[in-house]
């Protein structure tokens, strides 16, 4: 549906014509909606745990007051509780210092290899926990792309969390990066052999809040926002994200990022 706005305009003093001008608001709309949405989503989000606390409080005020394992149980799950919406309120956090960011194309050249094995490191343990292991294909060649060196940090965190989260019972993750020629773009490879993504679920897991209804989405943490901020980070650097998935077979997320030109050949030494 499309929206217009219209200007009037007088032309001369006394010409009794007018100009009229028809603007396009559509996409103003359509962002005021995405934004309504966004906020209703967000604090139904922070609801729900909110309120669940609440509830318990008022429990253990009352018929739990004096048994003592059910009030260590409802501590348990209060304090899960907080720890939930301390996450949704973090990637809430990144997600809107990204949209105040003005945006600025990266022009500091970054060796992506090193810049992947770093996020790995500290992640191994976190996979541990997971039940499973993070295996780096990188090799030691750098491969150079354009890019905000946090940001990039914050992809790669996101797909190997959601890879020791969702890929559990998979055992490995394969992490790798190639680039055919300098004229090709530099591709970063994360995958896991979980249960993988049901195909008609994969056009919709970057939009904000998005879970996939089975039984890992409900079982592992997490706020739906992961992917959402990858998708925008990427987007900020012209590059792009891509999946592929079947059930049972895992899921691989590819980055792809575009060439960076050859040093001594750019616009700016021309
Ligand atoms: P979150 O992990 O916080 O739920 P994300 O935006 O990171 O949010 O991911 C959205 C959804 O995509 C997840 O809830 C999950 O259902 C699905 N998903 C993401 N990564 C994987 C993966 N490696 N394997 C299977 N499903 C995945």
Same mark, same amino acid.
């Given at each position: 549906?499309?929206?217009?706005?219209?200007?009037?305009?007088?032309?001369?003093?006394?010409?009794?014509?007018?100009?009229?001008?028809?603007?396009?608001?559509?996409?103003?709309?359509?962002?005021?909606?995405?934004?309504?949405?966004?906020?209703?989503?967000?604090?139904?989000?922070?609801?729900?745990?909110?309120?669940?606390?609440?509830?318990?409080?008022?429990?253990?005020?009352?018929?739990?007051?004096?048994?003592?394992?059910?009030?260590?149980?409802?501590?348990?799950?209060?304090?899960?509780?907080?720890?939930?919406?301390?996450?949704?309120?973090?990637?809430?956090?990144?997600?809107?210092?990204?949209?105040?960011?003005?945006?600025?194309?990266?022009?500091?050249?970054?060796?992506?290899?090193?810049?992947?094995?770093?996020?790995?490191?500290?992640?191994?343990?976190?996979?541990?926990?997971?039940?499973?292991?993070? &295996?780096?294909?990188?090799?030691?060649?750098?491969?150079? &792309?354009?890019?905000?060196?946090?940001?990039?940090?914050?992809?790669?965190?996101?797909?190997?969390?959601?890879?020791?989260?969702?890929?559990?019972?998979?055992?490995?993750?394969?992490?790798?990066?190639?680039?055919?020629?300098?004229?090709?773009?530099?591709?970063?490879?994360?995958?896991?052999?979980?249960?993988?993504?049901?195909?008609?679920?994969?056009?919709?897991?970057?939009?904000?809040?998005?879970?996939?209804?089975?039984?890992?989405?409900?079982?592992?943490?997490?706020?739906?926002?992961?992917?959402?901020?990858?998708?925008?980070?990427?987007?900020?650097?012209?590059?792009?994200?891509?999946?592929?998935?079947?059930?049972?077979?895992?899921?691989?997320?590819?980055?792809?990022?575009?060439?960076?030109?050859?040093?001594?050949?750019?616009?700016?030494?021309?």
């Amino acid at each position: 549906e499309r929206a217009y706005r219209v200007v009037a305009s007088r032309i001369g003093n006394d010409t009794g014509l007018y100009v009229l001008m028809f603007k396009d608001q559509s996409e103003a709309r359509r962002i005021d909606r995405m934004r309504a949405d966004f906020i209703a989503n967000a604090s139904h989000e922070l609801r729900t745990p909110l309120a669940s606390v609440a509830g318990f409080i008022e429990t253990l005020r009352g018929p739990a007051r004096d048994d003592a394992k059910a009030r260590e149980n409802f501590l348990q799950i209060m304090q899960n509780q907080t720890q939930r919406m301390a996450r949704l309120i973090d990637d809430l956090l990144s997600l809107s210092r990204l949209e105040m960011k003005p945006y600025q194309k990266p022009n500091a050249q970054l060796d992506v290899v090193a810049l992947v094995k770093g996020v790995i490191e500290p992640m191994r343990h976190i996979a541990r926990e997971n039940g499973v292991e993070i &295996v780096s294909e990188l090799g030691d060649a750098p491969l150079l &792309v354009a890019g905000h060196s946090d940001e990039l940090v914050q992809v790669f965190e996101n797909l190997l969390e959601n890879a020791c989260k969702y890929g559990s019972s998979g055992e490995r993750i394969l992490v790798s990066a190639d680039q055919a020629s300098p004229m090709d773009e530099v591709r970063v490879r994360v995958q896991d052999f979980g249960p993988g993504i049901p195909e008609e679920h994969i056009p919709r897991i970057t939009e904000r809040f998005y879970r996939v209804d089975v039984e890992t989405s409900r079982t592992q943490k997490g706020t739906g926002l992961g992917l959402s901020i990858v998708k925008h980070i990427l987007t900020r650097h012209d590059a792009r994200l891509s999946v592929k998935s079947a059930p049972g077979e895992g899921a691989t997320f590819v980055v792809h990022f575009p060439p960076v030109p050859p040093s001594g050949t750019g616009a700016e030494s021309a």
